[in-house]
């Protein structure tokens, strides 16, 4: 049996961990799926031999992008390029903290024309308020890997982005980096088995599947975040650890029922999205989402 990350308790206990949560706008980056496709496997949920409608899949990105835009979040868009088509999956095109931005340097050869694209989107983005590091040295999956949990950098490792890409990261972005590591092919990328909620609270609310980490980074996991919400089994083979969050709405596919109630328990309004055309490429809500952070100056502003 699975351990859920609330504890059955007391309703003390339940108002204790529901402080409240307030939303921030935000600004995200996002690729239309227009030449979405599997046409190589290069994760485990890619399956050649299932095609892929493609008009769908546009139409569940485009439900996405306005459910962000109807809690008072702000899309940029980056032109899709054909021939490359996991462009959609923005997430990990780079990653953008500290008011400046690193683009990826993929590790698989299909993706690597991505890093390049994402490069030049960065250095055109300037006026949004951060500056462009250029691309990567080491091989990095941005947001894949590189999840900002407040003033930490939880970085992810063992299939993409490499131990070294952690260094360059904390260096060049100025953030204490925490190296996970990942053990499970399913969840090769730390957007995958683990969310990143609520940076408004100290340390930061997460929820994540323990099995998809080693030993070794369960451990880190558990004392770094005694309070995390532990996702089950079931709510991770859907992906429905790959969310988005505004530190109130929770933006995930709606298969992961069990999650939406974890969340819905410990303050957060889950916001349910269908994105299964995107699942058969590896990814969903997160993937296809990158957060771009201007520098620290800006007022924090409330989402509705
Ligand atoms: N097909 C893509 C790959 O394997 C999916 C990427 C999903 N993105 C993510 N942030 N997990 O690289």
């Known amino acids: 049996t699975t351990t859920s990350g609330t504890l059955p308790g007391t309703a003390a206990h339940e108002a204790a961990s529901s402080p409240d949560r307030t939303p921030t706008a935000r600004h995200y980056l996002m690729c239309r799926p227009t030449y979405f496709d599997v046409v190589y496997e ?13 008009a769908r899949a546009v139409r569940q990105w485009e439900r996405l992008k306005a459910a ?28 953008v903290a500290g008011g400046r931005s690193l683009a990826a340097r993929f590790t698989y050869p299909e993706r690597q024309p991505e890093g390049a694209a994402y490069e030049a989107w960065f250095a055109a983005a300037g006026a949004l308020g951060f500056a462009s590091l250029g691309q990567a040295t080491e091989q990095n999956e941005g947001e894949g890997d ?21 260094a360059e990261v904390a260096d060049l972005l100025g953030v204490e980096v925490l190296t996970l590591e990942l053990v499970d092919p399913r969840y090769y990328h730390l957007d995958t088995a683990l969310a990143v909620l609520d940076t408004g609270t100290t340390p930061a609310t997460i929820a994540y599947l323990p099995e ?7 451990a880190v996991l558990a004392e770094r975040y005694p309070d995390a919400i532990l996702a089950t089994p079931e709510d991770a083979a859907v992906l429905g650890l790959n969310v988005v969050s505004d530190g109130r709405h929770v933006f995930l596919t709606d298969r992961a029922t069990g999650l939406h109630d974890q ?9 349910g999205v269908d994105l299964s055309e995107l699942l058969k490429g590896g990814g969903s809500v997160k993937c296809c989402t990158l957060e771009l952070r201007p520098a620290a100056t800006t007022t924090t502003q409330e989402a509705h």
């Open 146 to 166: 590189l999840l900002l949990a407040g003033d930490v950098m939880l970085a992810g490792t063992g299939f993409r982005t490499s131990r070294a890409a952690h």
């Open 42 to 54: 290069i994760n485990p949920w890619m399956d050649l031999g299932v095609p892929v409608d493609g």
């Open 68 to 95: 962000y835009e109807a809690h008072g979040h702000r899309v940029e868009v980056i032109d899709p390029v054909p021939g490359l088509p996991d462009m959609v999956y923005a997430a990990n095109g780079g990653v």
């Open 263 to 271: 969340l819905r328990r410990r303050g957060f309004d889950p916001v």
């Open 212 to 218: 998809a980490f080693s030993p070794a980074s369960q």
